[in-house]
């Protein structure tokens, strides 16, 4: 990671609730932003914010998230999701987490990443997906 990266950092990205981004269960009239959804958005805006930080060759995955999901929000509105860092630990990085669309909180939270050599993760990947297929094949 880049020296720039440090306590206080934060993102923001604005989504907007689409279908695709809602659960259908409750019926057309009650399409609201799915947590699973929301967690894909969280990830997303923190690992952009460190991207920004990462040396070449290195990304961040998540470890750990957190969250209280406390308030629907209806297809067709827009989301605003902010990460903080809190805490850097050598590449393990903490944020602080919280979502809201224009009438409530909808979420806060903390999610843990670490900052990864992408080229160690794929040969790590590559390894066990052999071993997956020695396994399956005996």
């Not at 923190?46 to 040396?55: P, Q, V, W, Y």
């Not at 794929?122 to 399956?136: G, N, P």
Request: proline content about 3%; some cysteine.
């Amino acid at each position: 990671m880049k020296q720039s990266f440090r306590t206080g950092l934060s993102q923001t990205s604005k989504i907007n609730v689409d279908a695709a981004r809602t659960i259908d269960f409750m019926g057309e009239d009650c399409r609201i932003y799915g947590t699973p959804e929301m967690i894909r958005d969280i990830e997303w805006t923190c690992r952009d914010l460190m991207f920004e930080h990462a040396d070449p060759g290195e990304d961040s995955v998540g470890f750990k998230i957190s969250v209280s999901h406390t308030a629907p929000t209806p297809l067709g509105m827009d989301v605003t999701i902010t990460a903080t860092v809190v805490e850097i630990d050598r590449n393990r990085v903490v944020l602080d987490i919280s979502a809201s669309d224009s009438v409530d909180t909808i979420c806060t939270g903390q999610h843990e990443r670490f900052f990864v050599n992408t080229e160690n993760i794929k040969q790590r990947l590559l390894s066990k997906a052999e071993k997956a297929s020695e396994t399956e094949s005996a």
